[in-house]
């Protein structure tokens, strides 16, 4: 850690940055196993729309997006569909040359009622994951991302949500049958050859997938925080409790029994002759907590908040067979005070309230996680920025990346890296306004056109990471570091250009 922050002293000023040919040392290193994007089922399509053109509500999140409709705070024109439209998602990832993409399935959707399982959406799914695998990408399936079963819920008159559904006492069984049901279709041999035919796999590509399996990597249960925070204690996120702190504690010890019996269910696919073992993990935004007391070894108040807030992750680490690696999510830095005052150097992207953009902070939080579980290989499944103007967002993606790597040459396990996200979509309590995305979903189906001279978009950034951290011959690593140079030199001109002329406003 004191390696980490000595480069951090070093480089980490949003005034002066370091030089570009020192920044692309970073990058000239050890390779990443996987350089990736992705999205999430009903964040990627909100509301699916019945044969009578209304939405088919099944989940809390549907309940959410429609009242939100309803009282025209979101427009759903403006919806993205992935189930629709995964073809495009996926073709415009192969573009940026990168060899990974996750989506995940929906509870709901899948389980619209109880004891009922949709194989013909289950179907959609496969076929999304052929697609991914047609493409050269490795796909990464998230069994749970947050909407739970209207029928798990516990409904008032007036329609408002009084438990929701991890409180149910019947939520595992439900869950389990959920699980069981995903699990014995991707090992279903004819119904993934079928798919995989449909999207021009030869018989022996086939044979091959199949026996080795479709899926390698699972994460279960995605952001247990993000559930219980929001859910249960701010009362922004279904089912939009406050302080409820045992509530809280209560769901937790749900969401870990969840994921210890999805860890369980899916090592049922490593069993088959041939078949690889598949690799499982739930995902955690760990926090970085700074700007606290702090008294040295003995009192230390930033590190005494951290442990607090990601006690939680023990729950899920009892014991180490329950993940089979570490999967981190980082977006921002939490900083006391978290009102910032007018000398404060802190930088923001559209969602202030997420906390301030700080781009060391992965490499803290990336040695903090390691230091923790040394034998644990990491992956980051994800990492972005809102930043509506994408002038910012560039050079955050660079930075945070580099400082990724500067923890894999210091030890790290380091395996991949995935981009938050593709394409804009729904961000839970904030709609479709604050855009994560790449692209909007219109703009997939448009050849892609570097930017002018001068300038420089996310898109192209995250292609010029993939092309050099993922391995290659030395002429063209070469090639692309020249281009990453490029690159860089325009993403932080741009970036010092669009602080200074906030700053002046």
Request: glycine residues 6%; hydrophobic residues 35%; charged residues 25%.
């Amino acid at each position: 850690m004191e390696e980490i922050n000595s480069l951090i002293e070093k480089d980490d000023n949003p005034d002066l940055g370091p030089e570009a040919s020192e920044v692309i040392k970073s990058f000239d290193g050890p390779k990443l196993e996987y350089v990736g994007t992705g999205t999430a089922d009903f964040q990627a399509q909100p509301l699916i729309l019945g044969q009578n053109g209304q939405p088919i509500i099944l989940s809390d999140w549907e309940m959410h997006a429609k009242h939100e409709v309803d009282t025209d705070k979101q427009h759903p024109e403006n919806f993205p569909h992935f189930l629709e439209e995964y073809e495009l998602y996926i073709k415009r990832a192969e573009e940026l040359g990168l060899n990974m993409f996750r989506f995940s399935l929906d509870f709901a959707r899948l389980c619209p009622s109880e004891n009922e399982f949709n194989e013909k959406m289950m179907g959609e799914y496969v076929r999304a994951l052929a697609t991914v695998k047609s493409h050269g990408m490795e796909p990464v399936l998230c069994i749970y991302h947050w909407p739970m079963p209207k029928y798990l819920l516990d409904i008032d008159n007036k329609g408002h949500i009084k438990a929701g559904g991890w409180e149910n006492p019947k939520v595992q069984e439900h869950f389990k049958f959920y699980v069981e049901n995903v699990v014995s279709y991707l090992g279903n041999d004819k119904k993934i050859s079928s798919a995989l035919s449909e999207v021009g796999f030869s018989p022996e590509d086939q044979d091959k997938i199949v026996e080795e399996g479709l899926v390698q990597y699972f994460l279960t249960i995605n952001e247990p925080t993000s559930i219980l925070g929001p859910g249960y204690l701010l009362g922004t996120f279904p089912p939009y409790k406050k302080g409820n702190i045992l509530g809280a504690i209560s769901v937790l010890e749900q969401l870990a029994t969840a994921h210890n019996n999805a860890m369980e269910e899916l090592s049922e696919l490593g069993k088959r002759k041939g078949a690889k073992v598949p690799q499982v993990a739930a995902t955690h935004n760990w926090a970085l907590i700074e700007g606290l007391p702090n008294f040295g070894n003995k009192l230390d108040f930033n590190k005494l908040v951290s442990e607090v807030s990601n006690y939680y992750v023990t729950r899920f680490m009892e014991d180490t067979s329950q993940s089979d690696f570490m999967a981190l999510q980082y977006y921002h830095r939490l900083k006391f005070p978290l009102v910032h005052g007018s000398s404060d150097q802190r930088i923001y992207g559209d969602m202030p309230d997420f906390g301030d953009i700080y781009m060391p902070g992965i490499s803290k939080v990336l040695m903090e996680m390691h230091d923790q579980y040394p034998n644990k290989p990491i992956m980051v499944t994800e990492f972005g920025f809102s930043d509506k103007s994408d002038l910012l967002r560039p050079y955050w993606l660079l930075e945070t990346t580099r400082y990724a790597l500067e923890t894999k040459k210091m030890g790290v396990p380091l395996r991949g890296m995935l981009q938050w996200s593709l394409v804009n979509n729904y961000e839970w309590a904030h709609g479709m306004d604050v855009p994560f995305g790449l692209f909007n979903e219109k703009q997939l189906s448009q050849p892609l056109i570097p930017s002018q001279e001068n300038s420089v978009t996310s898109w192209e950034v995250l292609k010029s990471i993939a092309s050099v951290l993922l391995p290659q011959d030395e002429k063209s690593q070469q090639d692309n570091l020249k281009e990453l140079d490029r690159i860089y030199t325009i993403a932080y001109e741009q970036f010092t250009n669009e602080v200074e002329r906030r700053q002046k406003k």
